[in-house]
């Protein structure tokens, strides 16, 4: 999961998150974490790792504007999902970042990050979604801040570049520098990033990963080969 410092909530500060078990204690919890419910989630929240750039880090996905927590908190609870995103976390300092520095002959200890806000505006981040972000955003920033090495946010509309340009004033200025925002026309970026092969065709890529009901459920990577990881 990648950083969230959303704290707004309209134009005032978001309250502070519940607490949550320790994150010590959460982190040691996650290696035999079985999160049976990711299947169903991935409907509601489509995110994922899928491959890697042109440098070798893995890249994350989420596809933020089809976010519906109302149906994933449905079906799974605030503290499973943020115990399964800790796991996330883990293995990929544990297990991506070490099968990607294998394939690429190199040290590769950061990721980059694409998120896909398509219909995202301010009336997008009710009370439930600020809820969730607030508790990864805590849960990364305590944990992993230095993990991730470039965002870059697609489909950006009119609505949300209003929102992007209240909530990055709450930003720290090296987090902000790591951010670009593109409206419809970022394929250029994208593939300037990531070979065709490597990326989503929702993305202007040339995968999708059929057989394995698409790319965001794939987990494609160097860390899937045996040979490598």
Known sequence: MIQYNLQIERFSPME??????????????????????LCEVKQYYPHGYHGVDRSGRPVYIERLGKLDVEGLMKITTLERYVKYQTQQYEKTIKI??????????????????????????????????????LQLRKIFNENYPETLSEMVIVNASPGFKLLWNVVKCFLDPQTVSKIQVIGSKYQSKLLELVDPSELPDFLGGSCCCMSEGGCLNSDRGPWRDTSVA
Request: glycine content about 0%; charged content about 25%; overall charge positive.
């Open 16 to 37: 502070k998150p519940e607490t949550l078990p320790d994150i010590t204690t959460a982190t040691a919890a996650v290696k035999d974490f079985d999160y049976k419910e």
């Open 96 to 133: 991506r970042f070490p099968a990607c520095s294998a394939a690429a002959n190199k040290h590769v200890n950061r990721s980059i990050a694409i998120l896909d806000v398509q219909a995202v505006s301010f009336k997008s981040f009710t009370s439930p979604v600020q809820k969730v972000l």
